[in-house]
């Protein structure tokens, strides 16, 4: 074989083409360009997460507000009385009346003050 040991010791450095002499002044502005980009995605980002939280805490809100009227219903239930809602819902009359009593929520001082507090933050 004609292979010297010249040939099989590899040169120390990277592979490939020597970098261009870069211009300073190109390199500090195109750093800062995405230092910019950075902080731009960086703010979208956390616009949308509190986005999400706040869409998620009316959520919380309204639930904890269905709860309520919920536990109101069983409470007037155990007293031996029967709400209109579930009257309208147990005979099927009305189905509008229906629809709008299950939009319908209690009025619930300490619920409502956390979702007007948490929202309006």
Avoid: F
């Avoid at 509008?96 to 299950?102: A, C, G, I, L, N």
């Amino acid at each position: 074989c004609g292979l010297s040991k010249m040939d099989d010791i590899k040169k120390p450095g990277k592979r490939g083409r020597k970098p261009a002499k870069i211009d300073l002044k190109a390199k500090l502005e195109r750093s800062r360009q995405s230092a910019r980009e950075c902080r731009a995605r960086k703010k979208l980002r956390y616009q949308y997460l509190e986005e999400l939280v706040s869409s998620k805490e009316r959520a919380i809100c309204a639930l904890r507000e269905e709860l309520e009227m919920y536990k109101q219903w069983c409470s007037a239930m155990d007293q031996g009385k029967i709400p209109s809602e579930i009257k309208a819902l147990l005979t099927g009359d009305d189905h509008k009346t229906s629809q709008s009593s299950s939009t319908k929520t209690p009025k619930n001082g300490k619920y409502n003050t956390y979702c007007r507090t948490r929202l309006s933050t």
